[in-house]
T-cell receptor
Framework: AQSVTQPDIHITVSEGASLELRCNYS??????LFWYVQSPGQGLQLLLK??????LVQGIKGFEAEFKRSQSSFNLRKPSVHWSDAAEYFC?????????FGKGTRLHILP | DTAVSQTPKYLVTQMGNDKSIKCEQN?????MYWYKQDSKKFLKIMFS???????INETVPNRFSPKSPDKAHLNLHINSLELGDSAVYFC???????????FGQGTRLTVV
């Protein structure tokens, strides 16, 4: 079945440390790929997206993600996290004109 | 300016009641969606409408009935509410063919 997998339910990093959130998808073709962030009590905000072209995409808030076709992955990275990055992060793919979300990764930031 | 707005933000109601959640977008998009986020944060699509026509209807109880009076609005009506309907419901919109979706702030529904 086509799916989006975020293997880490929780991740804790220290403020200022680097971050990588993993995402794998199971899909026949190269899908459109997204990362969304949900801050406490907030709606979903698009961080970045990949449709085609350069496999390293830059997003808002200093985030980037790299599409690796061979690994069916679209991992989210940030070189130095800030306390305000604590949130729930969702990887998503477009399938048949609807967005399918992973189960999310909760990011905790240690002071 | 709020691009996608949902009302109410919080809704607490008793089992068996009927309630509606409203959604409006001012982005000029022609496609709107409803997603349900359960207690484990899992987001699942429920419906999508394109130009006021139902496009996607996932396996959702028929107690849930979306209504789109125009392209800018997609309301969700729920009959005979059950405890299991407690969740956060997100509205979203996009332009058909462009899968970047914009989400509302969510409506937290609590059925008691």
């Amino acid at each position: 079945a086509q799916s989006v997998t975020q293997p880490d339910i929780h991740i804790t990093v220290s403020e200022g440390a680097s971050l990588e959130l993993r995402c794998n998808y199971s899909y026949g073709a190269t899908p459109y790929l997204f990362w969304y962030v949900q801050s406490p009590g907030q709606g979903l905000q698009l961080l970045l997206k990949y449709f085609s072209g350069d496999t390293l995409v830059q997003g808002i808030k200093g985030f980037e993600a790299e599409f690796k076709r061979s690994q069916s992955s679209f991992n989210l990275r940030k070189p130095s996290v800030h306390w305000s990055d604590a949130a729930e992060y969702f990887c998503a793919v477009d399938r048949d004109d609807k967005i399918i979300f992973g189960k999310g990764t909760r990011l905790h930031i240690l002071p | 300016d709020t691009a996608v707005s949902q009302t109410p933000k919080y809704l607490v109601t008793q089992m068996g009641n009927d309630k509606s959640i409203k959604c409006e977008q001012n982005l000029g998009h022609d496609t709107m969606y409803w997603y349900k986020q359960d207690s484990k944060k899992f987001l699942k699509i429920m419906f999508s409408y394109n130009n006021k026509e139902l496009i996607i209807n996932e396996t959702v109880p028929n107690r849930f009935s979306p209504k789109s009076p125009d392209k800018a609005h997609l309301n969700l009506h729920i009959n005979s509410l059950e405890l299991g309907d407690s969740a956060v419901y997100f509205c979203a919109s996009s332009q058909w063919g462009n899968t970047e979706a914009f989400f509302g702030q969510g409506t937290r529904l609590t059925v008691v």
